[in-house]
């Protein structure tokens, strides 16, 4: 999905999943379902609990940040989760690394959530504040 097709003359290489997502909306979602399967896949053979959220976190940067248009064209070529769940998988079952539950992610997640949703808040105030003031 990442890796298949190489530009001739450099080492740049893309695969399917960009490519796929130059189609508007139904790109993204295709990408994100194979992408999503995969980590479906490794769930079910047995892959630890923190393996599986390092892995989808890659998935959603994936989807999220390659739904802006034009941006997240450009982003997919660039950022490529799939081969970094690949690189994930193959630190997990050859280095031993990635085990465990997973909870000091889920905390680090949570406080990356609250923090933008803190910001959200205030710049939604800041806003409100402004429109006051020019009435």
Do not use: C
Request: a positive charge.
């Amino acid at each position: 999905m990442d890796d298949k097709f190489r530009l001739k003359g450099t080492r740049f290489r893309f695969g399917l999943d960009p490519l796929i997502n130059l189609v508007p909306f139904l790109g993204d979602l295709i990408g994100f379902f194979i992408a999503f399967y995969l980590v479906l896949v490794m769930w079910r053979h047995g892959a630890s609990r923190k393996l599986v959220m390092l892995m989808l976190i890659n998935v959603i940067i994936d989807l999220t940040i390659g739904a802006i248009p034009v941006l997240g064209n450009i982003f997919d070529f660039f950022f490529k989760a799939n081969k970094k769940n690949i690189i994930l998988l193959n630190e997990y079952y050859y280095e031993g690394k990635h085990q465990g539950n997973g909870a000091n992610i889920l905390i680090i997640l949570l406080a990356v959530f609250l923090l933008l949703t803190f910001l959200f808040v205030y710049l939604l105030w800041l806003g409100f504040i402004w429109m006051i003031n020019l009435w």
